[in-house]
Nanobody
Framework: QVQLVESGGGLVQPGGSLRLSCAASGRTFSIYAMGWYRQAPGKQREMVARISSGGRAYYADSGKGRFTISRDNAKNTMYLQMNSLKPEDTAVYYC?????????WGQGTQVTVSS
């Protein structure tokens, strides 16, 4: 069992940056591929980026060149550095294993990009 807690969201102006964190419980965090997902109002949840247990990253087109996913297995934590944010990045951001497990969805962290 893994418990995941997201943090780091907030209100930011277009062009700004945020760094999201995902703190995981459990000693087996390092063996999981992990992902960041987001859900905007009225839209389905979508994958933003994922990272293998060894650190190989993959990005959805929406975040390529702007987002960087990383993980620190010693701290049981995953990160999402988001730069050059756009209003269309406004969403609740979640972390989960990859592929996502419905049992592991947390509360998410709200990211709002607005002037």
């Amino acid at each position: 069992q893994v418990q995941l807690v997201e943090s780091g969201g907030g209100l930011v102006q277009p062009g700004g940056s945020l760094r999201l964190s995902c703190a995981a419980s459990g000693r087996t965090f390092s063996i999981y591929a992990m992902g960041w997902y987001r859900q905007a109002p009225g839209k389905q949840r979508e994958m933003v980026a994922r990272i293998s247990s060894g650190g190989r990253a993959y990005y959805a087109d929406s975040g390529k060149g702007r987002f960087t996913i990383s993980r620190d297995n010693a701290k049981n934590t995953m990160y999402l550095q988001m730069n050059s944010l756009k209003p269309e990045d406004t969403a609740v951001y979640y972390c989960n294993v990859d592929p996502p497990n419905r049992l592991y969805w947390g509360q998410g962290t709200q990211v709002t990009v607005s002037s």
